[in-house]
């Protein structure tokens, strides 16, 4: 089958397991093209069970090994404001799965502080931000990451930007304290979508068929604000990996079969 949009990529698998397999294996490859010669890579994670399952992945592969993890930074998209070693967080879900398996440096690994750490929750987002700034580029105040990892929630939301919220309008902040969430815990940070779309590559891992309508929405160009994930897009590259249920309303000539 071939791709009818130059824009977005699907690649469907089976079933999630098969998926992460896919996924991780995709990482490795574009991670280690990336350092190979020297460069700096820099990953944004995500947190759910996709999330994980494809950094377990990853960290079950012998080339794990091969790479230079120190020219490795990790980020992540959002992050729960809780306790730092709560098992809600992404980091320690992250920490679980890879970084505690690899010889990244303590340095390179860029966490949101935690509810513990003393500080308020818009001074975390704040600290975020300005972490993010130390490696801007000439264009923004934060970096570009090679790969930008996102979930993609039934209804659609991508990090902590959730349908018809405040936050998924912001352009002027790298990053946000939410309030409220939809979905507990109630306080998160998150980047903000220009961080997010200035990713070389933005990829969305969802499995399952209460995804299926969000898919289907955020492939026909509904509006960012009502289905965040639509609004998602990588500077080079804009993929969604799905497993066969998440896909049941997704056209065939969408389908690449061979990225």
């Not at 079933?15 to 990953?43: E, S, Y």
């Not at 990892?149 to 790298?174: K, N, W, Y």
Request: proline letters at 7%; charged letters at 20%; aromatic letters at 6%.
């Amino acid at each position: 089958m071939q791709v009818s949009s130059a824009e977005k990529r699907v690649v469907v698998e089976a079933t999630p397991a098969a998926l992460a397999a896919r996924v991780a294996d995709r990482f490795l490859t574009r991670v280690r093209a990336r350092t190979k010669n020297g460069r700096i890579a820099h990953i944004a994670l995500t947190g759910g069970s996709m999330g994980g399952a494809v950094l377990s992945q990853a960290a079950a592969d012998p080339r794990v090994n091969s790479i230079d993890w120190s020219l490795v930074h990790f980020w992540w998209g959002d992050e729960r404001f809780v306790p730092r070693a709560d098992a809600d967080r992404n980091a320690v879900q992250s920490r679980q799965a890879l970084l505690d398996h690899i010889p990244v440096p303590p340095e390179n690994v860029h966490e949101v502080a935690g509810s513990d750490s003393g500080v308020s929750l818009d001074e975390a987002a704040a600290a975020y931000a300005a972490e993010l700034a130390r490696f801007g580029t000439e264009e923004h105040p934060w970096p570009s990451f090679a790969v930008c990892f996102l979930g993609v929630g039934p209804d659609g939301h991508i990090a902590s930007l959730f349908p018809d919220r405040e936050e998924v309008t912001v352009t002027d902040a790298a990053a946000l304290p939410v309030r409220n969430s939809p979905k507990p815990p109630p306080e998160r940070v998150t980047l903000t979508r220009p961080v997010l779309n200035s990713s070389k590559r933005v990829w969305l891992v969802l499995t399952g068929a209460d995804k299926a309508s969000a898919l289907g929405l955020a492939l026909a160009g509904a509006s960012y604000t009502s289905v965040p994930a639509a609004g998602a897009k990588g500077r080079k590259r804009t993929v969604f990996f799905v497993d066969e249920a998440a896909a049941s309303e997704v056209s065939p000539d969408l389908i690449d079969q061979a990225y």
